[in-house]
């Protein structure tokens, strides 16, 4: 059983937000503030009714609710057309063969028939509240969302209102890994996960371990003394005061015990490790096992570049259906650009059209930074580190900064631009590809000529044959000025008198990446090679 689709209204960011889910691994990316972490809130919300680690029913607050949606209905307050109070709606489509019928009809927002889920709705409680409503609409002035009114109810897509959490069909699990939340020293996070693994009668033995302690504590003849002490000394009651150890709740000992490793406290141990053991816990406890979908939460966080592999392994090899946020590339890279999905303006783009080719290019070369072009106003592609350089000094010149401040970024991509422009083109990006001709400028032509006439993607080459390479087309933009050249590097005016011996010296003394990075470094006005300036203009378009 999973997850195919998510209706979401009014929560946070989102008014009226659809997401379709696959079966297996799905990727959200955006940039910050896209909703990344919402949808995965949202989510869980509906199929736990936990927000924050809490019950939704205890912690109901307005700022969980569409900010604008909120603020349309106060100030509608002021008008005759009143608007109705604003409600929050998340509907979980599901599909697969051993579905009860209690979740079949037509009670979704598409009106279909054969609609399988439910949904959570946080809305006013009408029947109870209506007359206390009017009175408060009466007394005017409102100013913020009466939440004492409001109800928060699941229902089946066939019209059951008794359905919760644990009647839910499809169950969840979230990884955190970027959470940090605890108790008496303890991280509740593997508190809880640990407690996943342990059968029921295990966990009556550790309750009543935990109830030894307190007996063994209240026993002791320190503590006996001190109590007797405390309870003449103190005039606070008439009642008997001492020391004890915390029972009162029936999860005690969770709230009071630790979790070590290697008999240090789990909080102390490194970021990364903890990073880790929460993910590898939470994939193997017996809850995560019986659970259709495991919401992720940026797995990236903390681990290194050895550790991600380890992890994307253990993804890769569960049987499970994913919804991973995540910022890096390599992530989504190895995992499966087909398994992306954008958000963009509160839309969802997705990449499952581009060519095997380019999925299996960047899932084995996962190095390369595809996010970085998804995520960007407008990218710069560049063969190597000696273009990047140059391209970025030229825009400094312009700009007076660098290129990333203005959302612009300048992206070495080697000889791998196809594959970079396949995407840039499925997703509407606007993308510059800067290249040297190799005195072969027809070859240039005939490898880009499916863009020749797209509305998103420049191709910038000089058109001279003669003019292969870097250092001839920096020479070639400064012949009236030489002296810049053999000031910047350093050249002896009388041995290298040509623009040839020139090219020839920069060669010897520098390699292509040194001649970049002197010019990069120079406070010297240089000029640039027509076609890096043109890309400069389009960049400021």
């Not at 990316?29 to 680690?53: C, D, F, P, Q, R």
């Not at 499809?170 to 890994?177: F, V």
């Not at 059968?199 to 002791?220: C, G, L, P, W, Y």
């Amino acid at each position: 059983m999973n997850i195919n689709k998510v209706h979401i209204e009014n929560f946070k960011i989102f008014k009226n937000f659809d997401l379709i889910l696959n079966k297996g691994v799905n990727i959200l990316v955006g940039n910050n503030e896209a909703g990344k972490s919402t949808i995965i809130e949202a989510m869980h919300l509906a199929l736990t009714g936990l927000y924050n680690g809490k019950y939704l029913k205890n912690e109901l607050t307005q700022y969980i609710f569409n900010n604008e949606v909120v603020n349309e209905y106060i100030e509608s307050l002021k008008t005759e057309n009143t608007m109705s109070l604003p409600h929050i709606l998340i509907e979980i489509w599901i599909s697969g063969d051993d579905i009860d019928e209690t979740f079949w009809g037509d009670k979704n927002t598409q009106k279909d028939t054969d609609g399988r889920g439910f949904y959570l709705k946080i809305a006013f409680d009408e029947e109870k509240y209506q007359a206390e409503y009017e009175e408060l609409i009466k007394l005017g002035d409102i100013k913020t969302l009466p939440i004492e009114y409001y109800n928060v109810l699941w229902s089946s897509f066939a019209r059951d209102e008794n359905i919760t959490t644990k009647t839910i069909p499809i169950k969840s699990a979230l990884i955190d890994s970027t959470s940090n939340k605890s108790q008496n020293g303890s991280d509740i996070y593997i508190s809880r996960i640990v407690k996943n693994f342990l059968e029921d009668e295990e966990i009556i033995k550790v309750s009543q371990a935990h109830r030894q302690m307190k007996d063994t504590f209240m026993d002791n003849p320190a503590i006996t003394t001190i109590n007797e002490k405390i309870q003449n000394a103190t005039k606070i009651s008439n009642k008997k005061v001492e020391l004890s150890v915390e029972l009162s709740s029936k999860n005690a000992w969770e709230n009071s015990l630790i979790t070590c490793i290697d008999n240090i406290p789990f909080h102390n141990i490194g970021k990364g490790e903890q990073c880790v053991i929460k993910t590898k816990l939470a994939l193997g406890n017996k809850k995560t096992e019986k659970a259709d979908i495991i919401l992720f939460e940026e797995p990236e966080n903390h681990l290194s570049h050895t550790k991600l592999n380890q992890l994307i392994s253990d993804i890769s090899n569960n049987n499970k259906q994913f919804l991973i946020s995540t910022h890096s590339s390599f992530i989504a890279n190895k995992l499966g650009l087909e398994n992306l999905i954008l958000l963009n303006n509160k839309q969802t783009i997705r990449l499952n059209d581009l060519s095997k080719f380019t999925f299996n290019f960047f899932k084995k070369l996962a190095g390369y930074n595809t996010l970085r072009l998804i995520l960007c106003k407008k990218a710069i592609l560049v063969e190597g580190d000696s273009d990047e350089l140059i391209v970025q000094k030229a825009y400094k010149v312009k700009n007076e900064k660098l290129p990333i401040e203005d959302g612009i970024d300048v992206i070495s991509v080697g000889t791998s631009f196809l594959r970079f422009l396949e995407i840039a083109e499925k997703i509407k990006k606007q993308v510059a590809v800067v290249t040297d001709n190799d005195g072969n400028l027809d070859k240039v032509i005939k490898k880009y000529e499916t863009y020749k006439d797209s509305n998103f993607i420049k191709i910038f080459v000089d058109v001279r044959n003669e003019l292969n390479t870097l250092e001839p087309q920096i020479i070639d933009a400064n012949n009236e000025n030489l002296a810049v050249l053999y000031e910047i590097f350093e050249i002896d005016k009388i041995k290298y008198d040509t623009s040839d011996k020139i090219s020839k010296c920069m060669q010897q003394k520098y390699n292509k990446t040194n001649v970049a990075l002197a010019i990069f470094n120079t406070d010297k006005q240089i000029n640039f090679p027509d076609y890096i300036n043109r890309v400069i203009g389009w960049c400021n378009e």
